[in-house]
């Protein structure tokens, strides 16, 4: 597609339940990025990958959380035993290459954790 | 976020000019961007400036001090669609330019 797609759009889940975010970045875009955004704060960076290697998984907020890229293309993010404090919208970015800023963001997946 | 400081909400009439004002922490500064939301929309990429400066693109210019950690955002010629938070994001010297955000400023503009 001609950009970011990312899935599902919103998902309503129960405590305790995993759930799986996926991102399919830009043709040919390697860098990767997630980053989470809750009402009212800025973009929280998650985990970014070079290709399918993920250098730097610094801001996993626990180890509930875990992403992976196949490919050098899709990317999911999986959050396991979902907390309340989940909730966000969880953005996928992707880039040509790591030494730009210059991101192009998907719509993000609503996550709304009961 | 990180030690990136920006107003929460602003308010201008159309067809004025704004200025959005962004401080950060200046250690591992690697550049100074920013971002346009919509409400309910992806973030979208406005500019970047890496040196000391005004830079210039149509009615949006962006301005960067390194020296006191200081950029703003201008936008002229004010718009309703213009109406969106505004994120500055400062790009850090870790590999992979990892951009910590701003919590972003909310512009609305009344006619």
Known sequence: GAGVS???????????????????????????????????????????????????????????????RTGGSVSTLTIQRTQQEDSAVYLCASSPHIDTGELFFGEGSRLTVL | GQNIDQPTEMTATEGAIVQINCTYQTSGFNGLFWYQQHAGEAPTFLSYNVLDGLEEKGRFSSFLSRSKGYSYLLLKELQMKDSASYLCARGTLEYGNKLVFGAGTILRVKS
């Open chain 1, 6 to 68: 990312q899935s599902p759009s919103n998902k309503v889940t129960e405590k305790g339940k995993d759930v799986e975010l996926r991102c399919d970045p830009i043709s040919g875009h390697t860098a990767l990025y997630w980053y989470r955004q809750s009402l009212g704060q800025g973009l929280e960076f998650l985990i970014y990958f070079q290709g399918n290697s993920a250098p730097d998984k610094s801001g996993l907020p626990s180890d509930r959380f875990s992403a992976e």
